[in-house]
């Protein structure tokens, strides 16, 4: 059961780096054994993809409902909607896990990508419910509407991916990308939220 383990977490980290260009010699190298006996847990490789994307969506999921626990009792909105923003913009920058998600979206095998989207898309519709809930906090007659609720909640989803995806292609490096999500976070502040 500790070699399966090991599979999966190498496989993790190599998906994370090269997306489904690993091979599983590079996975058994990493776990000191030969690529054959990968196949005395694993059927192919398609089966590891799917299994660690289930693993990668149970440690985000499990991140997050930590995250939501400690913003119980906050009762001021702007400082649980940078919590939010924080946590996920540092889950997703540390050990490769946006590349990760981002290599499932570029999986060629269109089952494969579905079967692996599937559970993080649900995951993200639960997080996304959650953080609705936050616009009550907000107290602002502008956000009491359901349906404003819902466009604001996905506005501020796709605001964390274009953080994301600037920390993820800047070439300027970390620093510049760390600034910008503060940039963005005051932006995001001052547009929907009480000043």
């Known amino acids: 059961m500790q070699k399966k383990k090991e599979i999966l977490l190498a496989a993790s980290n190599l998906f994370g780096e090269k997306g489904d260009r690993f091979t599983l010699e590079e996975v058994g190298n990493a776990v000191g054994i030969k690529k054959a006996s990968i196949y005395s847990h694993f059927q192919n490789k398609e089966e590891i993809i799917i299994l660690i994307t289930a693993m990668k969506c149970r440690d985000y999921e499990e991140y997050m409902n930590h995250v939501f626990l400690l913003l119980e009792d906050e009762g001021d909105a702007e400082k649980s909607f940078k919590m939010i923003y924080d946590a996920i913009t540092t889950y997703f ?94 932006y995001f502040r001052r547009a929907f939220l009480k000043e």
């Open 93 to 186: 920058n540390k050990n490769n896990n946006f590349k990760f998600f981002k290599h499932i979206e570029l999986l060629p095998n269109p089952a494969l990508k579905e079967q692996c989207k599937s559970p993080y898309y649900r995951l993200n519709n639960r997080i996304k419910e959650r953080v609705k809930g936050l616009w009550d906090r907000a107290d602002d007659e502008r956000n009491n509407c359901p349906q404003k609720k819902h466009y604001l909640t996905e506005f501020f989803f796709n605001h964390i991916e274009g953080v994301l995806n600037i920390s993820y292609f800047s070439i300027k490096g970390r620093k510049m990308a760390e600034a910008y999500q503060e940039i963005m976070w005051v």
